[in-house]
């Protein structure tokens, strides 16, 4: 099993820059990917960044240039650098871990960004 904890979200202007976190504990050897989605308000959740255990990026469309998915400690820590953000990237972010068996899902952490 696979524990995760997102942190880093607020309140930012649009044009700024926000880094989440994401803090994996427990089975952490099994995983092997790791993403970041997004889920705005009566939308879908979206897949936004990903990251495998090899260290291979993949990016929505939408935030590609933008933002960077990274590993940390071992593999143990995900963030998430947003930068130049848009009122559009407004959701709650979720951090998730992939093994072999199923995905693991954290609590997720608000973004809201102003015009």
């Known amino acids: 099993q696979v524990h995760l904890v997102e942190s880093g979200g607020g309140v930012v202007q649009a044009g700024g820059s926000l880094r989440l976190s994401c803090a994996a504990s427990?089975?952490?050897?099994?995983?092997?990917?790791m993403h970041w989605y997004q889920q705005a308000p009566g939308k879908q959740r979206e897949l936004v960044a990903s990251i495998t255990s090899g260290g291979s990026t993949n990016y929505a469309d939408s935030v590609k240039g933008r933002f960077t998915i990274s590993r940390d400690n071992g593999s143990d820590t995900v963030s998430l650098q947003m930068n130049k953000l848009k009122p559009e990237d407004t959701a709650v972010y979720y951090c998730?871990?992939?093994?072999?068996?199923?995905?693991?899902w954290g609590q997720g952490t608000q973004v809201t960004v102003s015009s």
């Open positions: 998730s871990a992939r093994n072999y068996y199923r995905e693991y």
């Open positions: 427990g089975s952490v050897f099994s995983i092997n990917t």
